[in-house]
């Protein structure tokens, strides 16, 4: 899949050691729903190969950018339902210096596209730190509405945060 600033490609073993310093970024956490907890390069490595795997559940897909091929993060599709066709969607942008350069939305953007039209999903939602107004914007442009609040859902430096849901049905587009 491929947009003029990105492409989605397979998560691959030659990822492993970028994904395994992102996993061990606190400060990647800070912006995430999850929380951050250490893992080894095993770990990471053994998390790459059961996602290699075939899955009517869920697809993984590393974000690169067109331009130079640089891998920038992952974007996945989880929890898929196919009888009610839906799923939720996850992304993050690994390197710090990369975020807030467009790469996020136009990721997003493909995801979509590919869900709603080659996948024939008919709604996708996503949970997002509400305090993480970049991420929330650039869903916002990508189509995707506030649908409820979590309130104190997320345990964030020190304190509960409230996390948003949010989703989009593919005849909002």
Not at 45 to 64: G, H, M, P
Not at 103 to 118: I, K
Not at 121 to 147: P, T
Request: with cysteine.
């Amino acid at each position: 899949m491929k947009a003029a600033r990105v492409f989605l490609r397979p998560i691959e073993l030659d990822d492993v050691e970028r994904l395994h310093r992102w996993h061990n970024d606190p400060g990647l956490y800070d912006h995430l729903g999850s929380s951050y907890w250490p893992v080894s390069r095993a770990a990471v490595e053994d998390w790459v190969r059961q996602k290699q795997t075939l899955s009517r559940q869920e697809v993984n897909l590393a974000i690169c950018a067109t331009d130079s091929a640089e891998h920038l993060g992952n974007i996945y599709l989880r929890n898929l339902d196919w009888v009610t066709r839906h799923g939720e969607l996850h992304l993050f942008i690994g390197e710090a210096g990369q975020r807030s350069q467009g790469y996020g939305q136009a990721a997003v953007r493909l995801l979509v596209e590919h869900a709603f039209g080659r996948l024939g999903l008919q709604r996708l939602y996503l949970f997002v730190l509400e305090e993480n107004r970049a991420a929330v914007h650039v869903y916002e442009k990508c189509g995707f509405r506030v649908e409820g609040r979590l309130r104190r859902h997320a345990f964030k430096r020190g304190a509960f945060r409230d996390v948003l849901v949010m989703g989009l049905c593919a005849d909002d587009r």
